[in-house]
């Protein structure tokens, strides 16, 4: 395959939504989102990206700014996650119910999805290609679950062309086994309009691409759907405020969830870097900062 599958954007498209991310992993809706919504997030957050300072790594990319915590920078998201062919085909993909025991009974348990992360992505001109990665790989998730933990979409802010570094997609590798390595000769390109949306899976195999223009921006917005069950299973967040964990040393804090797993998971944007929450508390608590330093 050398192109990803496109389909307008209507209220009936949903199943043959599903159908072509459940095929190739990931399916471009044209017009996801209408010129106004287009033009007010553009208006609420490029001024926000460029403010912010570029990776500091080639996953993060040396030449990409990211803005992430976009709920407290927007209303127009909104319409986005509650958009039936992205929350409605996460469901479907997500919250496939399991049987459990309970003593001699066997029930039936299901999840919901939450919002895992949102992010404006800057690729600027200069920039390399992204690692090839599965976004679940951060939750550790395996293929031989046979289920899926995420549903991400990525509307184009910006046209998404090859050469500014339209998402590079692997289609079909969500069915890969884990041992299968990605390969560049393998992915396609995700080109399409300013508004339009790829929707891909946590399984799909999938990259930022190289920006080869002189001067052009490659600009999305990325929200992540995922299984609701991967939590705390108390929500000691809204549980504990923040200057009572800061009161406990760091070993304790990180325990109680204030810390990230791994590099991917749990980390909050501080001066538009992602960071370890930790870095949070050592500011409310001098001695715990002490103790990072
Ligand atoms: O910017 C893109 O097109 C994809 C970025 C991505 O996959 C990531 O940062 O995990
Ligand atoms: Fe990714």
């Known amino acids: 395959m050398t192109i990803l599958t496109r389909i307008a954007n209507r209220p009936d498209a949903l199943a043959d939504v599903i159908a072509v991310i459940d095929r190739d992993g990931g399916v471009i809706v044209e ?9 007010a997030l553009k208006q609420d957050l490029l001024p926000l990206v460029a403010a912010v300072d570029t990776g500091k790594d ?32 996460a469901k479907h993909f997500i919250c496939v119910p399991r049987k459990v025991w309970s003593g001699d009974e066997q029930m039936t348990s299901s999840c919901d999805v939450q919002i895992g992360v949102g992010q404006v992505i800057q690729i600027g001109p200069g920039e390399g290609a992204q690692p090839i990665h599965r976004d679940d790989g951060a939750f550790m998730w395996s293929r031989s679950y046979g289920r899926e933990a995420r549903l991400q979409i ?16 692997i289609p079909g590798s969500h069915k890969w086994d884990d041992d299968r ?6 992915v396609v390109s995700t080109e399409m309009k300013a508004g339009s949306a790829l ?14 223009t002189s001067g052009e921006l490659r600009t999305g917005l990325t929200i992540a759907l995922d299984a609701s069950n991967v939590r705390q299973e108390e929500n000691l967040y809204l549980s504990l ?15 109680l969830g204030w810390s990230t797993s791994g ?25 715990s900062a002490a103790a990072l330093a």
């Open 154 to 169: 990525m509307i184009a802010l910006s046209d998404f062309t090859r050469e500014n570094g339209g998402t590079l997609v």
């Open 181 to 186: 390595p990605p390969v560049m000769s393998d």
């Open 241 to 255: 405020a923040p200057e009572r964990v800061a009161e406990f040393p760091e070993q304790v804090q990180r325990l």
């Open 263 to 287: 590099r991917s998971l749990g980390w909050i944007e501080i001066d538009g870097i992602q960071s370890d929450p930790n870095e949070l508390l050592a500011r409310l608590n001098p001695a």
């Open 58 to 89: 080639d996953f993060f990319g040396k030449r990409t700014r990211r803005l992430s915590n976009l709920f407290a920078h927007t209303r127009h998201c909104a319409g986005i996650v509650t958009h039936p062919l992205f929350l409605e085909a």
């Open 199 to 212: 929707l891909f899976l946590g399984g799909t195999f999938h990259a930022g691409g190289q920006n080869r």
């Open 31 to 39: 017009d996801f989102i209408s010129q106004e919504t287009l033009a």
